[in-house]
């Protein structure tokens, strides 16, 4: 019997975060493709679209006029999955027919007045806007909310149906489900060491230095140990954190500029513009917005569902849907292969 590779041979990966396995199967990447394959968006986005509603003064399908903005600009979504005011369910006793009270507010957050732009594209400074708009709507949107959830889907593989440079707000009065498991997990595990879990775990990562895709001062962004998604990265403090809303400027100003690098080497691994999902988790907001929850590491994720090229994706269904997740590239690999791409992005 050879000596166990996780390299080549197939393994179990512990997700604590979420109490969940993960099967690693290194040996299937070498197996020949003749699945679906996708286009990679090459059209040029204009500066300037008349016909697009988040572009500065052009009417939405609320009748609303969209200003003509400068930095940000973030308005309330014209169709929201969650809505301030609404008829209270009503309460039944019977365990398998459970409802509850649903509240919430959706907003958009346009990162810049033109359309042509992006991250990678923009100035430092430019980005720190962004971030300091984040601060903000989670500051305000936190004081009324239970949680507060921002989040980006880029390219029209993640359903990203506006070209324009923009994520989503919202807010709502109850957990969800993500935050929820998580915020479960990282306090059985700080009441069990007394320590929270995802700092025990940047500074494992750091001395290992086996994951990791970039760092600078305050910020290292790697590849989890457990990432379900082929090119899963998390963006984690190397100090303590609970919330967006403890980042200092200081620590704004290297975010910004480690987000442009990992952009920039995501562009540049299949020269693409490289879809995904990302968005930041972080200790309850709400009545708790000024309570001390140690067991808690502001952090954000991004999940791309690119596998092997820019036309090929990978899918979850079958077994994942039904069994477990399971990846064929490992963590280590994927780490390796982004760390390799160049901080600017391809011309």
Same mark, same amino acid.
């Given at each position: 019997? !050879?000596?166990?590779?996780?390299?080549?041979?197939?393994?179990?990966?512990?997700?604590?975060?979420?109490?969940?396995?993960?099967?690693?199967?290194?040996?299937?990447?070498?197996?020949?493709?003749?699945?679906?394959?996708?286009?990679?968006?090459?059209?040029?986005?204009?500066?300037?679209?008349?016909?697009?509603?988040?572009?500065p003064g052009v009417e939405r399908a609320?009748?609303?006029?969209?200003?003509?903005?400068?930095?940000?600009?973030?308005?309330?979504?014209?169709f929201p999955a969650l809505l301030e005011?609404?008829?209270?369910?009503?309460?039944?006793?019977?365990?398998?027919?459970?409802?509850?009270?649903?509240?919430?507010?959706?907003?958009?957050?346009?990162?810049?007045?033109?359309?042509?732009?992006?991250?990678?594209?923009?100035?430092?400074?430019?980005?720190?806007?962004?971030?300091?708009?984040?601060? +903000?709507?989670?500051?305000?949107?936190?004081?009324?909310?239970?949680?507060?959830?921002?989040?980006?889907?880029?390219?029209?593989?993640?359903?990203?149906?506006?070209?324009?440079?923009?994520?989503?707000?919202? !807010?709502?009065?109850?957990?969800?489900?993500?935050?929820?498991?998580?915020?479960?997990?990282?306090?059985r595990y700080f009441e069990k060491h007394?320590?929270?879990?995802?700092?025990?775990?940047?500074?494992?990562?750091?001395?290992?230095?086996?994951?990791?895709?970039?760092?600078?001062?305050?910020?290292?962004?790697?590849?989890?140990?457990? !990432?379900?998604?082929?090119?899963?990265?998390?963006?984690?403090?190397?100090?303590?954190?609970?919330?967006?809303?403890?980042?200092?400027?200081?620590?704004?100003?290297?975010?910004?500029?480690?987000?442009?690098?990992?952009?920039? +080497?995501?562009?540049?691994?299949?020269?693409?513009?490289?879809?995904?999902?990302?968005?930041?988790?972080?200790?309850?907001?709400?009545?708790?917005?000024?309570?001390?929850?140690?067991?808690?590491?502001?952090?954000?994720?991004?999940?791309?569902?690119?596998?092997?090229?820019?036309?090929?994706? +990978?899918?979850?269904?079958?077994?994942?849907?039904?069994?477990?997740?399971?990846?064929?590239?490992?963590?280590? +690999?994927? !780490?390796?292969?982004?760390?390799?791409?160049?901080?600017?992005?391809?011309?």
């Open positions: 019997m !050879a000596k166990f590779n996780p390299n080549e041979h197939q393994h179990l990966r512990y997700n604590p975060l979420r109490d969940e396995w993960i099967l690693v199967s290194p040996h299937r990447a070498l197996r020949p493709w003749s699945g679906q394959t996708e286009t990679p968006q090459v059209e040029k986005t204009p500066r300037f679209d008349p016909r697009n509603p988040l572009c609320s009748g609303i006029v969209t200003p003509h903005y400068e930095s940000t600009y973030v308005f309330t979504n014209d005011e609404g008829p209270e369910p009503e309460v039944s006793d019977d365990p398998l027919f459970q409802t509850r009270s649903a509240r919430g507010t959706c907003r958009v957050m346009c990162y810049h007045p033109y359309s042509d732009v992006y991250l990678t594209s923009l100035s430092t400074k430019e980005v720190v806007d962004i971030i300091n708009e984040w601060v +903000k709507q989670t500051a305000e949107l936190g004081k009324k909310y239970l949680w507060v959830q921002l989040f980006e889907n880029r390219g029209q593989l993640m359903g990203c149906s506006n070209p324009h440079p923009h994520c989503q707000v919202w !807010a709502s009065s109850f957990l969800p489900n993500e935050a929820k498991i998580k915020d479960e997990n990282l306090l007394g320590r929270p879990l995802l700092q025990d775990y940047v500074h494992k990562e750091l001395a290992k230095n086996e994951r990791i895709v970039t760092e600078n001062e305050d910020w290292v962004i790697l590849v989890p140990y457990w !990432a379900v998604w082929p090119f899963e990265t998390m963006v984690l403090p190397k100090k303590p954190l609970q919330r967006f809303t403890d980042t200092s400027a200081p620590q704004r100003e290297s975010l910004a500029r480690i987000l442009q690098i990992i952009v920039a +080497k995501y562009d540049n691994l299949f020269k693409c513009n490289f879809p995904y999902s990302m968005g930041w988790h972080g200790a309850p907001t709400g009545p708790k917005l000024e309570e001390d929850m140690p067991h808690w590491t502001f952090h954000g994720i991004y999940l791309p569902p690119l596998l092997r090229s820019a036309t090929v994706r +990978k899918f979850m269904v079958g077994y994942e849907l039904l069994a477990q997740a399971q990846r064929d590239l490992t963590p280590e +690999k994927a !780490a390796e292969m982004l760390r390799e791409q160049c901080n600017q992005r391809f011309s």
